[in-house]
């Protein structure tokens, strides 16, 4: 999945691209593959970890861990340097120029996040979002999906975004009934305290939520 992610970033974005890796999740094979890749498409990637603190509440199972250094650790992860990143998901495909994305206004959040679509009929009564816990915390607010967001990575230092949603993670954790989808369930749930910008619906279109007919705006798409 990696690589058809990668490749449909580079086919569409036309300004140079850096990857960030997270190191101790990527398979040996990949690891070797990546030089390689490198050279022939001509991007630059780099990797990067860090160590889970002792204090925080631990994950054993590896997918709920790759999902918490996906929230969890996005002020630590990164050089100071780096302004912005974009976090894709391995099973994305790509059809448009990232660039936009990075150069998006995002009105003083921290990140910003695509909506849940509504459009799939069908799927109305499954909605998780649309009522309980969610509806009733999330007001008018929307439900946002995990599998592709920007972060303005200076506004979500100077906000203190990272201490925030840890401390919000330690309290929540050690309760088997909450965080349940760790990566997009502790964003949606700090959206009081560290704002979400709405990403237009096309940036993500994901087959189970979204309708047939919105697939051909879609900018990336969910496998």
Known sequence: FHRIMMLSVLRHTKTPVKFWFLKNYLSPTFKDVIPHMAKKYG????????????WLYQQTEKQRI??????????????????????????QIVRSDLKELQDLDLNG??????????????????????????????GKRKYHISALYVVD??????????????????????????????????????????????LPQEWLWCETWCDDESKKKAKTIDL
Not at 45 to 54: I, N
Not at 76 to 83: N, Q, S
């Open 43 to 54: 991007f630059k990637y780099e990797l990067v970890q860090y160590k889970w603190p002792r």
């Open 109 to 138: 959040a921290p990140y910003g996040y695509t909506p849940f679509c509504d459009s799939r009929k069908e799927m109305d009564g499954y909605r998780f979002w649309k009522s309980g816990y969610w509806a009733s915390h999330l």
């Open 153 to 198: 990575l200076k506004k979500f230092r100077k906000i203190a975004a990272g201490d925030r949603l840890r401390g919000q993670y330690q309290a929540l954790s050690q309760d088997p009934n909450s965080l349940s989808n760790l990566d997009q369930d502790l964003p949606n749930n700090m959206i009081h305290q560290v704002a979400i910008k709405s």
């Open 66 to 91: 790759i999902w918490g250094y996906k929230i969890l650790f996005l002020d630590v992860l990164f050089p100071l340097a780096v302004d912005k990143i974009i976090f894709v998901d391995a099973d």
